[in-house]
């Protein structure tokens, strides 16, 4: 029997605190209250198992909050689970996020035996004081320590998270974070401005008046890709650099419209059709699982013209693009039809470009993209 293929995104919500900036669903949390949550995260396991029952995870991508914040024991729980439930054969990109205050040499090592073989590390910033503005819990000699133990265990695959326009940071801090983390030749870099989002802490300080002005935030932007690709990175998302063949396959598998499932508070599956939001409040997640039911808040079944302009303003985040051919194959439309008129009234605009059946984002696409994936929607 052919395995079904799938990606498989694990949320933890704890945190030591939360920062000013996030709106992800997290909290802080005592041991038994970990506990009980992993419980339920292997019973909602077991449910998506019984949908897939010859499932297999080619990605697993456990996030948060703070995955790390979770000690040795713990970590075994979760992991032995994801093996029994969905087990990810040796050629799976098993990716965990850490925090550098909460990594040690213990849990590291729980990962690397479990099978993990991809570090995501939330750095942000190689300026202590501009990790102290974000309410980070880490230095970065913390972040130091804990990079080099992991290649110690023998980690090969790992990312570092990079964070623009923080507060009290200049062009030069930040082309200085930039050069520090490359000179530590990580495999993957991800790059991101802070956005400040509405019910966040940072919010009524800076959802007026961003902490970092409008022409410093786009040289900001501009000296990433000019410096990570000097430094041998090659950029295949607008956000996203890596090494060849280190490109995270776990989010590509989100670009590209492939299936994944999301287990625990807040996670997102695309499951055919149909796209599924998990419960938030932990409360109701508890009681939907507790009673054997799927924890959803939320289902959207997309047409047709949903899941063909998700597609087109998903794909078109990525470097390489899309394909007509892969549309029409997928869709059995012809992408002429659909799309010719728009892509090639972008392309006379100098934001897209076209060879062959390849539709890609020019140096100018990128700078404006949002304006172009608003085209598609």
């Known amino acids: 029997m052919m395995k079904s293929k799938i990606g498989l995104y694990i949320h933890i919500p704890f945190c030591i605190k939360k920062c000013g900036y996030c709106d992800f669903v997290s909290f802080p949390a005592e041991p038994a209250k970990r506990l009980a949550y992993l419980q339920l995260l292997i019973k909602e396991m077991a449910l998506w198992r019984d949908r ?11 996030g948060g909050g703070t995955p790390s914040i979770l000690e040795a024991d713990e970590l075994s ?4 689970a994801i093996h029994d439930t969905f087990s990810p054969g040796r050629d799976a990109e ?16 729980q990962m690397f035996h479990a099978g993990v073989n991809r570090i995501s590390f939330g750095l942000q910033s190689s300026v202590d004081s501009e990790l102290k503005a974000l309410g980070r819990i880490h230095t970065y000699a913390d972040f130091l320590k804990s990079y080099e133990l992991a290649r110690k265990i023998g980690f090969h695959n790992i990312n570092i998270d990079l964070m623009a326009a923080i507060p009290g940071q200049t062009l030069i801090s930040y082309e200085s974070t930039l050069h520090r983390v490359t000179g530590l030749a990580p495999e993957h870099i991800s790059s991101y401005s802070l956005i400040i989002e509405e019910g966040t802490p940072f919010y ?5 008046c961003p902490p970092v002005d409008e022409e410093t935030d786009r040289k900001m932007y501009e000296c990433t890709g000019e410096i990570l690709s000097a430094a041998g990175y090659r950029r295949y998302e607008i956000s996203n650099y890596a090494r060849d063949g280190k490109e995270c396959r776990h989010n590509i598998k989100y670009w590209q419209r492939e299936e994944y499932i999301g287990v625990g508070l807040s996670a997102a599956s695309l499951v055919g059709q149909r796209r599924i939001e998990n419960e938030a409040e932990l409360g109701k997640y508890q009681m939907q699982v507790s009673k054997g039911e799927f924890p959803v808040r939320e289902t959207q ?17 990525c470097m390489d693009g899309i394909s007509a051919t892969r549309f029409q194959h997928l869709f059995q439309k012809n992408f002429e039809a659909c799309y010719g008129e728009k892509v090639y009234s972008l392309i ?14 020019t140096r100018r696409g990128i700078d404006v993209s949002n304006r172009v994936f608003a085209e598609f929607l």
């Open 52 to 62: 897939f029952p010859d499932g297999e995870a080619e990605t697993v991508f456990i």
């Open 348 to 361: 006379s605009q100098g934001l897209l470009e076209r060879e062959g059946e390849r539709i890609f984002l």
């Open 94 to 109: 098993f990716t965990i996020e850490c925090n550098p205050g909460t990594v040690t040499e213990e849990k590291l090592r």
């Open 77 to 80: 729980l979760l992991f032995q």
């Open 204 to 208: 009524p300080l800076y959802g007026e």
């Open 301 to 317: 079944i997309l047409t047709r013209e949903e899941e063909m302009a998700e597609f087109m303003f998903l794909g078109l985040r």
